[in-house]
């Protein structure tokens, strides 16, 4: 299994044999726990629970998420959990450990994330409005004008872009490159950029598409 629960540390540069300067993102990945194994005779699927960030104490879980770790599945307690679909979860058991050197150099990964929030934004910032004219005393330099006909249907359509919360959305960043590995540090290297603040919490997947040559 190619996936593991993972924090953002920053962004930094590698450096390559030809001495080009490459963008990347230092992640935390790893160490992840087996907590639960979810079979299709039991639950319908095949699946399995990753738990990531161990907990010494109680505190800041409730008692229900203690107690599915610790009672119920005796582990430790962790902060995050999350469910990875597998085909064959026979092969797995409660208690396994996943580190960073499930991945390798040159190996493509997907990473999902939470967008930065940028709190309430307007049109033209949140969608790339065009916005109005800035001449002949228009007065919507900026505001949201027309967004449905009066008379018929007499309604804004359903999914019509407006102003709003911006950002703090699921992000998936499909095919990055694996460019570095330390499993002394515990550290994953990807090329570009990958969503979420710092300390925030990623999930890293083996990618399932096709290389681009954008990726190269």
């Not at 450096?15 to 990347?24: N, Q």
């Not at 005779?41 to 990753?50: H, K, P, T």
């Not at 679909?85 to 990473?111: A, L, M, W």
């Amino acid at each position: 299994m190619q996936a593991l629960l993972g924090r953002k540390i920053r962004m930094t540069q590698i450096f390559d044999d030809a001495g080009r300067m490459i963008p990347a993102t230092a992640i935390e990945a790893g160490p992840c726990m087996v907590v639960q194994v979810k079979t299709s005779e039991n639950d319908g699927y095949g699946a399995i629970q990753l738990g990531f960030g161990a907990v010494e104490k109680k505190d800041g879980l409730s008692q229900p998420e203690y107690g599915h770790c610790v009672t119920r599945w005796k582990t430790k307690p962790f902060k995050h959990l999350w469910e990875v679909h597998t085909d064959n979860p026979g092969e797995y058991q409660s208690g396994q450990v996943f580190s960073v050197d499930v991945f390798k150099e040159g190996d493509r990964v997907d990473v999902i994330g939470i967008s930065k929030g940028k709190g309430f934004a307007g049109g033209m910032k949140r969608h790339n409005w065009k916005g109005g004219r800035d001449t002949h005393g228009s007065m919507w330099h900026r505001a949201i004008g027309s967004v449905g006909a009066s008379s018929y249907p007499s309604r804004v359509f359903p999914g019509h872009t407006m102003p709003g919360h911006m950002g703090f959305e699921r992000v998936t960043v499909h095919n990055l490159k694996v460019l570095k590995v330390d499993p002394e540090a515990g550290l994953l290297y990807v090329k570009g950029a990958i969503p979420g603040a710092r300390s925030s919490l990623v999930f890293i997947r083996k990618t399932n598409r096709g290389l681009k040559a954008r990726h190269k």
